[in-house]
């Protein structure tokens, strides 16, 4: 089993940037993919961002240019840094994790967050 831990969300203004962390415990991240994913009130959990490693990154539309996904398995730990956010970025934001693959459909994945939420003021 896999306990993911998110953190780094609150409030900011439009074009403000905030940067989310999710801590992994339990088994090692080298052999899994991790994703961002994101719900607002009202809608189904998109997909935000997947990492498979450093230099395999996939990203929504919506956020290409403005997000980024990192991590480093030596400290079990995935970030997603948020720049230039908009109102349209609030929601509640949750790491994943799939053992050995980093697919963009939330469904695939098994282990899960609690969520942080965002929320961007205009």
């Known amino acids: 089993q896999v306990q993911l831990v998110e953190s780094g969300g609150g409030l900011v203004q439009a074009g403000g940037s905030l940067r989310l962390s999710c801590a992994a415990s339990?088994?090692?991240?080298?052999?899994?993919?991790m994703a961002w994913f994101r719900q607002a009130p009202g809608k189904d959990r998109e997909f935000v961002a997947t990492s498979w490693s450093s230099h395999r990154t996939y990203y929504a539309d919506s956020v290409k240019g403005r997000f980024t996904i990192s991590r480093d398995n030596a400290k079990n730990t995935v970030w997603l840094q948020m720049n230039s956010l908009k109102p349209e970025d609030t929601a509640v934001y949750y790491c994943?994790?799939?053992?050995?693959?980093?697919?963009?459909?939330?469904?695939?994945?098994?282990?899960w967050g609690q969520g942080t939420q965002v929320t961007v003021s205009s």
């Open positions: 339990g088994r090692a991240l080298s052999n899994y993919g």
């Open positions: 994943a994790a799939k053992y050995m693959s980093a697919p963009q459909a939330p469904g695939q994945y098994d282990y």
